[in-house]
C-alpha cells in the first residue's frame, strides 16, 4: 500500500505542478497584456487548485503510513528525514494555503486585472514554495 500511494503521490505531482505551472503563466500574461478575465481563466485556476489539493489529500495519507513522515519527525539532525517529515509537509501546506487564498480573494475581486494580479502573486508564491520543498533526489 505505501509503494502505491508514494509512486501516486510522485506521479500525481507532475500534474498537478503543470496545471499550476501553466495557471501561473496565464495569469502573468493576463495580468501583463491586460486581457478580460473569462470563464477559461478562472478554470484554469480552479484546475490548479484541484490539482494541488489533490496532492495534499494524498501527501497527508501518505505521510502517516510512511516511514519518512510522523514516524521520523524528531530525527532533525538528519538532513533527508528532516526534509521528508517537517520541511516538506509544512512548507506545501504553507504553500497550498496561498494558493487557496488567491482563489478565495479573487472572488471577491471585480476587474479582471485584479483578479490576474492576484492569481500571479498567491498562485506564484504557493509555486515557488512548492518547487523549493521538493525532495528532488528522490524524483531523479
Not at 486581457?35 to 505521510?63: C, M, N, S, V
Request: charge should be positive; charged fraction near 15%.
Amino acid at each position: 500500500m505505501y509503494t502505491i500511494l508514494q509512486k501516486f503521490h510522485s506521479g500525481w505531482a507532475y500534474i498537478a505542478l503543470l496545471v499550476l505551472i501553466v495557471a501561473v503563466i496565464n495569469a502573468i500574461i493576463g495580468m501583463s497584456s491586460k486581457k478580460e478575465f473569462t470563464p477559461k481563466d478562472r478554470k484554469i485556476a480552479l484546475f490548479g487548485l484541484i490539482g494541488i489539493h489533490t496532492q495534499l489529500l494524498i501527501g497527508l495519507i501518505l505521510y502517516f503510513v510512511s516511514p519518512l513522515g510522523l514516524a521520523s519527525f524528531g530525527q532533525m539532525s538528519d538532513k533527508a528525514l528532516r526534509l521528508t517529515s517537517l520541511e516538506h509537509p509544512l512548507i506545501n501546506l504553507i504553500a497550498i494555503a496561498l494558493i487557496t487564498i488567491g482563489w478565495s480573494k479573487h472572488k471577491k475581486l471585480a476587474t479582471s486585472e485584479s483578479k490576474f494580479k492576484t492569481f500571479s502573486i498567491f498562485y506564484g508564491l504557493g509555486l515557488v514554495l512548492i518547487l523549493s520543498r521538493i525532495p528532488w533526489s528522490l524524483w531523479f
